[in-house]
Nanobody, 123 residues
Framework: VQLQASGGGLVQAGGSLRLSCVAS????????VGWFRQAPGREHEGIACTSSSDGTTYYVDSVKGRFTMSRDNAKHTVYLQLNSLEPEDTAIYYCAADYAPTCRTRPLEYDYWGQGTQVTVSS
């Protein structure tokens, strides 16, 4: 089982990045997939999730209108488009998969985790 996240980097405030997460080793279609982030000294924060049942995507309020999550079941891949980035978005971004039809919010409920990709936004 593997989740491979990529696409992070250093960007100026107002810039954009596109994160990818490729899954392997499990039945991807049966899993809700979420994006979490962890800033230094803070806990994991769930920021977006797409359900397995109908593909509905949910966002935390702080990223609504700026981040867009998409899912390609044929490629076993989810994406997170990050626009209008702010220094407060600096964190390690993780993708995670949860064997559930709908999105759940607690990190402990997720079965598989990727290794994370660093996003750094300079002011």
């Amino acid at each position: 089982v593997q989740l491979q996240a990529s696409g992070g980097g250093l960007v100026q405030a107002g810039g954009s990045l596109r994160l990818s997460c490729v899954a392997s080793g499990f039945t991807f279609d049966d899993y809700a997939v979420g994006w979490f982030r962890q800033a230094p000294g803070r806990e994991h924060e769930g920021i977006a999730c797409t359900s397995s049942s109908d593909g509905t995507t949910y966002y935390v309020d702080s990223v609504k209108g700026r981040f867009t999550m998409s899912r390609d079941n044929a490629k076993h891949t989810v994406y997170l488009q990050l626009n209008s980035l702010e220094p407060e978005d600096t964190a390690i971004y993780y993708c995670a998969a949860d064997y559930a039809p709908t999105c759940r919010t607690r990190p402990l409920e997720y079965d598989y985790w990727g290794q994370g990709t660093q996003v750094t936004v300079s002011s």
